[in-house]
């Protein structure tokens, strides 16, 4: 009984792991992506301060009285495009943390629904190719935390970043490459390592 | 059509490609339109006003496209000579992005400067040329309402000649149009004029936004051309 | 037990909310991984789950600290010992509510950011959390299992277009959690994923299954059920398939592309495993039309779903969901726009309610924004029950007032008594334990008002009216008729109480006993009109919704309510009408009680009644003093209300001809009228 609840449990296990992994990589082309885009908002931003730094009356552009406010237009309408990608690619780091979130539950609920026949020996028994189920459990929980916060951090930063803040914007790269926490990611993917003969064998 | 999207100042990619698939898209529709066989046939077989109206509409097309691919050029050209001017200060903000692909010109010396000056003189000749056969297709445009009304009197005739336009509609959407390039010619003619001469750092950046963003070109325009292209079936609806 | 040595909390740990501790004493407290523990400190107390520690010591005891009471958040403990004891299990308590403050710490954040941005990040974070407290059969598949249920594989809703099926469903998903993929007959022709759309997180894609080459709509079909059972895998899925008629036809004898594709959905649900956390739910509004093979047990076993147009009091619920969020005068009675509204489904009452409040904007412009009772009035005009539309009958009845009808009137009275008061006061007569008459029937001869006076009497009581004439059944097909009529019947009960009234019913509805072949179109109608008169017709899926709503509370609502039920409940009936010029043609069982008993004689008017009528006809005309009405009752015997009003329209017209100045009309115009039009009865019909 206890045998073949491990064995569903492990089958479970290894499901989430796979998702994981690929989460994984989905997430770190997202972020990816996003970094150009960070890049041209800054810039934009860049041009907009160089754009009302300038007094437009006393430059050769003097016979252009609507040049500055045609400008702005264009540089504001460009910063909407870029904001608009971004917020894409929130939405798609948005449904990677649903998918992973609800299998991480799906698991922990199977763990639930068999504490009966599994005994605490049992879910802490590890070998050399095999952690034991309370390790990987913890293992999934705390990478779909680290999503969780990852996503909430960045789309509050975007959100930020959506007001037009000149002076905020400026330094968008900066802040947004500040949210990366290399150490977690890194324990993911050490995490995946230490599960890697176990979600081979099957 | 290969991809000129390699500006330094990068925060237009997203847009410029949406419009290449557009042109893209146009083109491949372009090679139909000769085609008897095209599934618009009421529209390929017009003769008379109607057919001239329509190669101007795809003559207004070809422009304009040529007109951006210019302003591409123009625009690498006129940060090479921004950055140049900029080689004895520190590394330019332009710059700070993607830094591998101008830094070699960062060291451009005062012929180098003059040569690239000449180059940007050269493209925005190019699109003088460009503005002036925008005028000869409006003037020819104007002489098509004439001669409408000529023929029909000052109704106009009974039948549209595409889907509900008049000759009239025609001149005024291509008005807005040429009316856009015109200044924006001007400024870019003043742009080529000061670019090379400007050392403040601010302004020569809103010299760069400027030619990049043809702030005087209003995205009305490449609406007017879509419509233009729209009525005289050279593009369809999606879906 | 040994006492425990409080260490801090691992950095991997932090926000974890988990409490480590030895294996040993977990199991000596009962605790299994993940179970809520009470940790009690000096000066207050943590909540946490219990975590074996990853290197199994005891003694020891870690705690996270996101979940505590406010002292520590300045002053985590540390350097403590702890008595094992001072760790307790949680039980928990059934969810009842929750209530959420938020609290933002960063002056920035808050500067930055509006409310509305904060609330909806909270929401987000909540709503992993809440989906997994809320306990459904969905998600224990197995306990449902042990417990003897068999889960349902697939569900059927049944209800006319409009009523909110598909509504529900996605409401009922998104209460669940579950992942829901979502196949649409005719209009979808894109895969799009709408998770941002949805109230909880919920997977919809839309598929369009049906393709043109052979074969193509069957891997379509194919692929969806992949798609949802590879959802299946990651949590609960609900595969909705809207429109089920358009996509599973009943299978005809030919080997046509949709008989491919029942047989390839019935191989598909047979193969999915009743283990899955896997629902099919099909919703359409013509169950007829499905292959049964569909509705046998393991397939869309569970079709008890059946949604019915809303009662009274539904559509009362639902208008005062629609109008809270319009400026709605107060003067504006909902329990009679619910009244008046028969027939009318949900999205009948949206549409009406955007068209009260389109209308009610165009007559104020832009200034005061109340939306009255006239306006909807305006709107009921322009929007009319969809259970009607595409119907055989005429709905479209100007209001006729019972003054309108001159003379007749002990008629009237009678007319009142059988259509108007048993719809009107139900429980009237149920309290004086009256049966409710099921059919009326008016003879007389032609033009004297029959059908004029049951428009009066429907408009009066304020529901559905069809009107359906001899020549509307008629069918040059074989059972064409016979399926007209059923369908008049089905529709009039979807919109109950209704009036449905068969003029000139002896033009299609033969007599079995005046020599006709008993195979004739007449008979075979007969036979089906006495068929859905006694009730035989009725379809189970036809029933009502009858479960109670909330009461209001008060006493003088409850008055009302219970009205309202009491009309509800005796309401569910169609008023049968005919009328007919010659009764002696109708079938002697279509008249007994039960059926026609109602039998009135609308009679030609008499001399009384031709006054009436006349006073009636001339109401809107300028007469001269010296017409004397008097004497043209006299010298109008024999002539219909029609005649008569076709006699005062013709002494206008000769005013008209003599002087196109008159002002008024003399009395050497009607009889020189009188002279020109000849009475329509004859002394034959009369008798």
């Not at chain 1, 569903?8 to 997202?30: C, D, G, M, P, Y």
């Not at chain 1, 026949?117 to 050399?128: G, I, P």
Request: charged share 20%.
């Amino acid at each position: 009984m206890s045998k073949s609840a491990l064995l569903t449990i492990h089958q479970a296990l290894r499901r989430s792991f796979h998702s994981l992994e690929n989460n994984q990589k989905l997430w770190k082309s997202v972020l990816a992506e996003c970094i150009p885009l960070m890049a041209s908002l800054e810039n934009l931003a860049e041009q907009s301060r160089a754009l009302s730094n300038v007094q437009i009356s006393n430059t050769p552009l003097k016979d252009f009285p609507e040049v500055e406010e045609l400008l702005r237009f264009k540089l504001s309408q460009a910063m909407d495009t870029v904001l608009c990608k971004l917020h894409e690619n929130m939405a798609s780091l948005q449904s990677l943390r649903d998918s992973l979130t609800n299998q991480v539950s799906t698991v922990v609920q199977l763990y639930e629904q068999n504490t009966d026949t599994l005994d605490l020996v049992t879910v802490t028994e590890r070998s050399a190719t095999i952690p034991s189920v309370v390790d990987m459990l913890e293992w999934l929980q705390d990478a779909e935390r680290h999503y969780r916060q990852q996503f909430v951090r960045r789309k509050t930063l975007l959100h930020a970043l959506s007001s037009g803040n000149l002076n905020f914007l400026a330094t968008a790269t900066k802040k947004w490459k500040e949210l990366d926490t290399p150490g977690a990611e890194d324990q993911i993917t050490d995490t995946l390592c230490k599960v890697s003969f176990f979600v081979e064998s099957s | 059509m290969e991809g000129k999207v390699n500006h330094t100042v990068s925060c237009d990619c997203s847009e410029t490609s949406v419009v290449l698939i557009l042109f893209c898209s146009l083109t491949a529709e372009f090679d139909l339109a000769g085609d008897v066989t095209n599934v618009n046939r009421k529209c390929s077989a017009v003769t008379g006003s109607g057919r001239k109206l329509k190669d101007n509409a795809a003559d207004w097309h070809n422009l304009m496209l040529r007109w951006e691919k210019l302003n591409d050029e123009g625009f690498t050209i006129a940060s090479n000579i921004v950055n140049a001017r900029r080689s004895s200060a520190s590394v330019s903000p332009l710059c700070s992005g993607e830094a591998e692909g101008s830094s070699g010109d960062l060291v451009l010396g005062n012929s180098a400067l003059r040569e690239e000056c000449e180059k940007l003189e050269d493209v925005v000749n190019k699109m003088a040329a460009i503005v002036a056969k925008m005028e000869r297709l409006m003037a020819s445009q104007r002489g098509l309402v004439d001669l409408e009304e000529f023929q029909f009197g000052p109704q106009g005739r009974k039948v549209p000649l595409f889907h509900g336009w008049n000759a009239k509609d025609f001149v005024s959407s291509c008005g807005l149009l040429l009316r856009s390039f015109t200044s924006e010619l001007r400024l870019k003619r003043v742009l080529l004029r000061e670019v090379a001469h400007c050392a403040d750092r601010d302004l020569s950046l809103v010299y760069l936004s400027c030619w990049l963003h043809q702030p005087l070109v209003p995205a009305r325009a490449r609406l007017a051309l879509e419509a233009v292209l729209l009525e005289t079936g050279q593009r369809h609806l999606p879906g | 037990m040994t006492s425990l040595k409080l260490l801090s909390v691992d950095s991997s740990d932090r926000g974890s909310q988990r409490c480590r501790l030895g294996p040993g004493l977990m199991t000596a407290l009962g605790l299994s991984v993940g179970s809520p523990v009470l940790v009690s400190l000096p000066r207050g107390s943590c909540l946490c789950i219990a975590w074996p520690r990853p290197d199994l010591a005891e003694g020891f005891l870690q705690v996270d600290m996101k979940c505590c009471s406010p002292y520590f958040l300045r002053h985590p403990p540390s350097r403590l010992t702890l008595d094992p004891e001072q760790v307790t299990l949680v039980p928990c308590p059934k969810l009842k509510g929750m209530k959420i403050s938020v609290v933002v710490q960063s002056v920035e954040f808050k500067r930055n950011n509006s409310p509305r941005f904060v609330h909806e990040l909270v929401k987000d974070m909540l709503k992993a959390s809440l989906r997994e407290m809320l306990q459904l059969p969905l998600l224990y598949p197995g306990t449902l299992g042990s417990l003897g249920v068999s889960c349902p594989k697939g569900v059927l809703l049944v209800g006319p277009p409009g009523v909110g099926k598909t509504q529900l469903v996605r409401k009922v998903v998104g209460e669940v959690g579950a992942s829901l993929v979502v196949v649409r007959g005719p209009e979808v022709n894109c895969f799009q994923t709408l998770s941002t759309v949805s109230p909880i997180y919920l997977w919809i894609w839309m598929f369009q299954v049906v393709r043109s080459r052979p074969g193509e709509s069957e891997e379509m079909l194919r692929g969806v059920f992949t798609q949802a059972c590879a959802v299946a895998e990651e949590g609960p899925c609900v595969l909705f398939l809207d429109e089920l008629d358009s996509l599973f036809p009943r299978r005809s004898g030919s080997s046509a592309p949709e008989n491919r594709l029942v047989a390839q959905l019935l191989t598909l649900m047979d193969g999915v495993d009743r283990s899955d956390r896997f629902l099919v739910i099909g919703a359409t509004n013509r169950p007829d039309s499905l292959d049964p093979a569909l509705r046998r047990p393991g397939r869309f076993d569970r079709e008890q779903v059946i949604i019915g147009p809303p009662t009274l009091r539904q559509r009362a619920a639902i208008l005062s969901v629609l109008c809270e969020k319009m400026p709605v005068c107060s003067s504006v009675d909902l329990t009679e726009l619910a009244q008046r509204t028969t027939g009318y489904v949900g999205s009948d009452l949206s549409a009406l309610c955007r068209e009260a409040a389109m209308h009610a904007m165009r007559e104020n412009g832009s200034g005061e924004q109340t939306v009255a009772l006239k306006h909807f009035l305006v709107a009921l005009k322009l929007v009319r029950p969809s259970c009607l539309r595409s119907s055989l009958g005429r709905t479209d009845l100007a209001p006729v007032a019972w003054e309108q009808i001159g003379g007749l009137d002990d008629i009237k009275l009678k007319l009142r008594q059988s259509i108007e008061w048993p719809l009107m006061y139900p429980e009237a007569f149920s309290r004086l334990g009256l049966c409710r008459p099921r059919g009326v029937l008016l003879y007389g001869p032609p033009g004297c008002a029959k059908t004029t006076l049951v428009r009066a009497a429907a408009s009066a009581s304020n529901c559905t009216f069809l009107s359906v004439s001899g020549a509307d059944l008629y069918s040059p097909y074989v059972g064409d008729s016979e399926k007209a009529l059923s369908q008049l019947f089905r529709q009039a009960r979807a919109c109950a109480p209704c009036v449905l009234f068969l003029d000139e019913i002896d033009s299609v509805i033969g007599s079995r006993c005046n020599g006709q072949a008993p195979s004739s179109v007449q008979t075979r109608l007969l036979s089906v009109l006495l068929n859905e008169m006694d009730g035989v017709g009725l379809k189970t899926l036809e029933r009502r919704g009858t479960q109670k709503i909330l009461q209001v509370e008060g006493a003088e609502e409850n008055q009302t309510a219970e009205q309202m039920s009491s009309q509800e409940v005796c309401n569910k009936d169609v008023m049968v009408v005919a009328a007919t010029n010659r009764p002696d043609c109708l079938d002697s069982a279509l008249l007994r009680p039960g059926r026609l008993d109602h039998i009135l004689y609308v009679p030609p008017p008499d001399q009384q009644a031709r006054l009436a009528i006349l006073k009636v006809c001339t109401k809107s005309m300028p007469v001269a003093p010296d017409v004397c009405l008097e004497e043209l009752v006299a010298g109008t015997d024999l002539y219909s209300g029609a005649d008569l009003e076709n006699l005062c329209k013709e002494a206008a017209l000769l005013a008209l001809e003599e002087n196109m100045e008159a002002s008024s009309i003399k009395h050497v115009h009607f009889l020189q009228s009188l002279k020109k039009t000849k009475p329509s009865l004859t002394v034959q019909q009369i008798q």
